[in-house]
């Protein structure tokens, strides 16, 4: 391509992935990032916090990661962007976790955005005094500051990594912050902080966590136009988003693939091929709406099987059918090109399955799910039976290995979701796998 002084622009071609989770979180993201980050040069997490936890299994080891990008476990380079916001306490930890499990995370391997915001202890103590004041109308938070921590990017009040390499904006910044936060922790009831208190909190990691600081949105563009492929790594759902989700009880942050943009300094375009995950059935952690949950024995049954309980909280995950209307909605809402179909395995045996199809509100079929609370709470789910199948799909990894009922049962969740899936994992092992169609290359 030429411009207008005859000047060569280089086109970059877009193979990039962008994957979400398509429920309410726990798709399985993790485990899909890993296995893709083969295919990728870079895996850059682009919204969140330690609120995520994704798990990964390759052969003996499980690898338990927060904030860290998934695809550090295959040595690929790893990016938090200016969109994620980062405890440098917690991500220290991890990073002296994951050390010890024999990766490498080095300047190396890690590069964070110099615009991230940071997590203070102030965010987590602000977060748990409101969730107690709340009482029974809780959201039931991860209780790890990401909610406080988005409000004050947004307030204009955040301290972001830079600001760690200058001592004289520290000081002005810990102040403003300060006022507005221990205002409001006094009025809760709770404890205060002082100022040297988190000054000397931030000094002592600031060595550490410092020599990971770079200009993301450079290196994203350089390496795109050196022709690297990237994998955006979302964390939370569809339904957990700020925007979209099943608001109040949502997180506080866009999930949505467009934010993998935003969120790490990159045009629209780099996004490339949006993956969405989503279980064979449905959980969530935490409150708030969920139509198509099970309060009786196959709820349990379901919670056991796919050992459903949060990496982050061991909170157990509250478990339901697959809700096609929502997965179809963060299809639509999230630009979902394919989706990847994780937990089939869960279903095996069980004699009778059902996806919800439809909505009712007050007796009425409704088109959507509505947005006011009250209502979204009285939702009724209308179900489809489907047969189950007495063969297994546990660690299948070819689409001849599944029984014909499952490959039914995926058929029908494709129609009913309006997408495609092009991957389907059948047990936690990364191995465990089966490709339809290759995201990289579209
Ligand atoms: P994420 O937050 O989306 O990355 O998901 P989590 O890691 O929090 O939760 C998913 C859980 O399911 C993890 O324990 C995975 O090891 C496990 N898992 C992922 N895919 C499969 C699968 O296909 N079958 C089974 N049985 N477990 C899976
Ligand atoms: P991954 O990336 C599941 C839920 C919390 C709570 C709500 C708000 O592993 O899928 P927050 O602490 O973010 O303010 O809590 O969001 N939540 C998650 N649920 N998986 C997650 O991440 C989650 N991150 C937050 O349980 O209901
Ligand atoms: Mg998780």
């Not at 994951?98 to 590069?111: D, I, N, S």
């Not at 045009?267 to 969920?290: H, M, Q, W």
């Not at 394919?338 to 009712?360: F, H, N, Q, S």
Request: proline fraction near 5%; aromatic fraction near 6%.
């Amino acid at each position: 391509m030429h411009g207008p002084d005859g000047q060569h622009f280089k086109e970059h071609i877009m193979s990039n992935v962008t994957v979400i989770g398509a429920q309410w979180g726990d798709e399985g993201k993790g485990k899909i990032v890993d296995w893709l980050a083969s295919r990728a040069d870079i895996v850059v997490r682009f919204q969140g916090g330690h609120n995520a936890g994704h798990t990964l299994v390759v052969g003996d080891q499980t690898y338990k990661l927060s904030l860290l990008p998934s695809g550090l476990v295959r040595g690929k380079m790893g990016v938090i962007g200016n969109g994620v916001v980062v405890d440098p306490e917690a991500l220290l930890a991890e990073i002296d976790r994951v050390t010890a499990q024999g990766l490498e995370v080095t300047p190396r391997t890690l590069r964070i955005a110099e615009n991230v915001p940071l997590i203070l202890p102030v965010h987590g103590a602000i977060d748990r005094a409101r969730e107690a004041a709340r009482g029974d109308r809780k959201i039931g938070t991860t209780g790890r500051g990401i909610g406080p921590a988005y409000e004050d990017k947004v307030a204009r009040r955040a301290i972001r990594l830079c600001d760690l390499a200058e001592p004289e904006t520290l000081d002005w910044k810990l102040d403003e912050l300060l006022l507005h936060h221990n205002t409001l922790l006094a009025g809760l009831g709770s404890e205060t902080f002082t100022k040297d208190a988190l000054l000397a909190h931030l000094n002592a990691l600031a060595p550490r966590v410092l020599p990971f600081m770079d200009t993301v949105w450079e290196l994203l563009d350089d390496s795109s136009r050196a022709g690297r492929k990237i994998l955006f790594e979302g964390a939370q759902a569809v339904m957990l988003d700020v925007d979209h989700g099943t608001y109040p009880f949502v997180t506080s942050s866009n999930t949505i693939a467009a934010n993998a943009a935003t969120g790490s300094g990159v045009g629209p375009g780099t996004v490339g091929f949006v993956l969405g995950i989503a279980k064979a059935y449905s959980t969530r952690v935490g409150e708030g709406p969920f139509p198509s949950e099970l309060h009786d024995e196959m709820g349990r049954t379901l919670g056991e099987r796919g050992h459903e309980f949060g990496t982050v909280t061991g909170r157990p995950r509250r478990c339901g059918w697959f809700d096609a209307m929502l997965v179809r909605r963060a299809v639509r809402v999230g630009g979902v090109n394919g989706l990847a179909l994780t937990k089939l395995d869960v279903l095996d045996g069980i004699p009778e399955l059902r996806i919800c199809t439809g909505y009712e509100l007050d007796g009425e079929e409704i088109r959507h799910f509505p947005s006011a609370p009250a209502a979204q709470a009285r939702v009724k789910p209308v179900y489809e039976t489907l047969e189950g199948w007495s063969g297994t799909t546990y660690g299948a990894r070819s689409w001849a290995d599944l029984p014909a009922q499952a490959i039914k049962y995926v058929r029908r969740i494709e129609e009913l979701v309006e997408a495609p899936v092009t991957l389907l994992s059948t047990s936690p092992e990364r191995d465990d796998t089966i490709l339809m169609r290759d995201p990289f290359e579209n």
